[in-house]
């Protein structure tokens, strides 16, 4: 009698047990998540006229959980937030800019669960394909990693050209490499000190307490853009 009462109660307590256990197995299935795709492409050549077909191939696009064939992705050709095409799986074309200037094509990709990443690289489309470039700008204040800078920053660097061509040059500024804008565009400003030209410019209103990156862009007159390296900068406390 006592061995069939203490039976019941076992079999009573596997059967309590049994749901909340597939229950337990639920839970743990929903709490799954799905992760960022990564997005990557390479364009080829990077500086062209207005006759190059550049050769965009986004073919390295990946993503933990699905296959990169199932990724799609779509492009902003001229980064001017209107997408110019439709996602697809085709992940290589060409594309044939009409007009000189700077381009950052932007493209997103897509898994199946709709996470979206992106990203943007430059294209220089010049004039005239045998005015070689300026060389890079090289930096002469703030320095690099500098702290306890003011709101106000004076920017100062040099820079040649080959030809000797005119230039001209842009402040780009952010608080990420990602997030980098043009601040201030079509700079000519400069000193002579030691026989060179010194380039400069004056930004205002950095916040207190922020760090913030910085570039300078050197354009020539057949549109070729030479990118410096990117420093960095923090502001005093208040």
Same mark, same amino acid.
């Given at each position: ?23 337990? /197995? ?25 006759? @190059? ?8 696009? +990946? ?10 992705? /779509?492009?902003?050709? &001229? ?9 697809t799986t ?39 394909? +045998? ?28 820079? +040649?050209?080959?030809?000797? &061509? +005119? ?34 410019? @004056? ?33 005093r406390p208040?």
């Open positions: 009698m006592r061995e069939n009462l203490y039976c019941n109660r076992l079999f009573c307590i596997i059967l309590l047990a049994f749901p909340l256990m597939f229950t337990h /197995c639920i839970k743990e299935e929903n709490n799954t998540f799905n992760h960022l795709p990564e997005a990557r492409y390479t364009v080829n050549p990077a500086r062209g006229d207005n006759d @190059t077909q550049f050769f965009f191939d986004a073919s390295d696009v +990946s993503d933990a959980e699905d296959p990169a064939s199932e990724l799609q992705v /779509c492009w902003d050709l &001229d980064n001017d937030g209107v997408y110019d095409t439709d996602f085709e992940k290589t074309f060409t594309h044939q800019y009409g007009n000189t200037g700077i381009y950052f094509p932007l493209m997103l990709v897509c898994d199946t669960k709709g996470m979206k990443d992106s990203v943007r690289h430059m294209i220089v489309v010049v004039s005239d394909l +045998s005015n070689l470039p300026p060389s890079m700008p090289t930096y002469i204040t703030p320095p690099n990693w500098q702290s306890w800078m003011e709101p106000e920053v004076i920017f100062k660097w040099t820079c +040649s050209d080959p030809e000797n &061509d +005119s230039l001209t040059f842009d402040l780009w500024t952010g608080r990420s490499t990602e997030a980098m804008l043009p601040a201030t565009t079509g700079i000519t400003e400069f000193n002579m000190e030691d026989g060179q030209k010194v380039f400069q410019t @004056t930004y205002a209103g950095f916040e207190l307490k922020k760090t913030y990156y910085w570039q300078i862009f050197a354009k020539d007159v057949a549109g070729n853009y030479t990118a410096g390296p990117v420093w960095r900068f923090t502001t208040e």
